[in-house]
């Protein structure tokens, strides 16, 4: 699991007027994980592709996509 803090801060005439501050978290799965895990939330005949081309995914892809889920 990667976490990252992030700060924004907005600026109105050189002063601060406004800021948040917020907890990111990515995790990163195997192809065969993310099929497991939604089949196991109630997801029927999951298929992953890779990135966003509707191709099988490789070792270059850095997203995995779920295009079609039946329920």
Do not use: W
């Not at 992030?6 to 002063?15: D, N, Q």
Request: hydrophobic letters at 45%; aromatic letters at 8%; proline letters at 4%.
């Amino acid at each position: 699991m990667l976490v990252l803090e992030i700060r924004a801060e907005k600026f109105t005439h050189g002063r601060c007027v406004a800021a948040e501050e917020h907890t990111l978290s990515m995790r990163m799965y195997f192809p065969t994980e993310v099929v497991l895990l939604l089949e196991r939330a109630g997801f029927a005949d999951v298929e992953v592709r890779g990135d966003h081309n509707d191709a099988q995914p490789t070792a270059d892809d850095d997203f995995l996509v779920a295009p079609r889920l039946g329920a």
